[in-house]
């Protein structure tokens, strides 16, 4: 369960109240490998946040459906009707002697806006665009960050240029981590 991936523009923000919006479970086995057929059992919990944190699973509850692919991944498919913030819960259920417990990332947000944009919410529209923009920026400016903190020439007594370069070493097996 801690290697199986979901991506798409239900576990994000940028989606449009009233329209249906999707995301996708990628099964991995225990070597971190993309499953290739289906039979996985996973259970969605989609819940909307209220302002102070709290959620009231009687009446925040939103129904979704999950459709197996038979390839290893799953279609999930919600239509928020507020906007706010939701909370996407992915359980997985340990079927294929697999371990139980909650996919990697979950429990995962997405906001909902009041907007009239349903392509929002398509597995190549806007919300997912904005996010893989977003991504290479970060990750852009994390590589030329490290790089440059990486080529600081470090002469025998220059404890702080040591640290520096130490910090981003731990940076980057943060980064693996992730």
Same mark, same amino acid.
């Given at each position: 369960s801690s290697k199986t991936l979901a991506f798409g523009p239900g576990v994000l923000p940028g989606n449009s109240i009233n329209f249906p919006t999707q995301f996708i479970i990628q099964a991995k086995d225990k070597a971190s490998n993309n499953r290739v057929c289906g039979m996985d059992l996973f259970s969605v919990a989609i819940k909307r946040e209220f302002a102070d944190g709290e959620d009231?699973?009687?009446? /925040?509850?939103?129904?979704?459906?999950?459709?197996?692919?038979?390839?290893? /991944?799953?279609?999930i498919e919600y239509t928020p009707t507020e906007p706010g913030r939701y909370k996407v819960e992915i359980d997985f259920e340990g079927t294929f002697q697999g371990s139980r417990g909650p996919i990697r990332g979950s429990p995962f947000y997405m906001e909902a806006t009041d907007c009239d944009n349903s392509s929002a919410n398509l597995l190549d529209g806007s919300a997912l665009q904005t996010h893989i923009l977003d991504t290479i920026k970060y990750l852009k400016d994390f590589s030329t960050t490290t790089i440059r903190g990486m080529e600081k020439t470090v002469t025998k007594d220059d404890f702080r240029a040591l640290v520096s370069v130490k910090e981003h070493l731990r940076n980057i097996a943060g980064k693996a981590e992730d």
């Amino acid at each position: 369960s801690s290697k199986t991936l979901a991506f798409g523009p239900g576990v994000l923000p940028g989606n449009s109240i009233n329209f249906p919006t999707q995301f996708i479970i990628q099964a991995k086995d225990k070597a971190s490998n993309n499953r290739v057929c289906g039979m996985d059992l996973f259970s969605v919990a989609i819940k909307r946040e209220f302002a102070d944190g709290e959620d009231s699973v009687a009446a /925040t509850t939103i129904e979704n459906s999950i459709t197996d692919n038979k390839n290893g /991944t799953y279609m999930i498919e919600y239509t928020p009707t507020e906007p706010g913030r939701y909370k996407v819960e992915i359980d997985f259920e340990g079927t294929f002697q697999g371990s139980r417990g909650p996919i990697r990332g979950s429990p995962f947000y997405m906001e909902a806006t009041d907007c009239d944009n349903s392509s929002a919410n398509l597995l190549d529209g806007s919300a997912l665009q904005t996010h893989i923009l977003d991504t290479i920026k970060y990750l852009k400016d994390f590589s030329t960050t490290t790089i440059r903190g990486m080529e600081k020439t470090v002469t025998k007594d220059d404890f702080r240029a040591l640290v520096s370069v130490k910090e981003h070493l731990r940076n980057i097996a943060g980064k693996a981590e992730d």
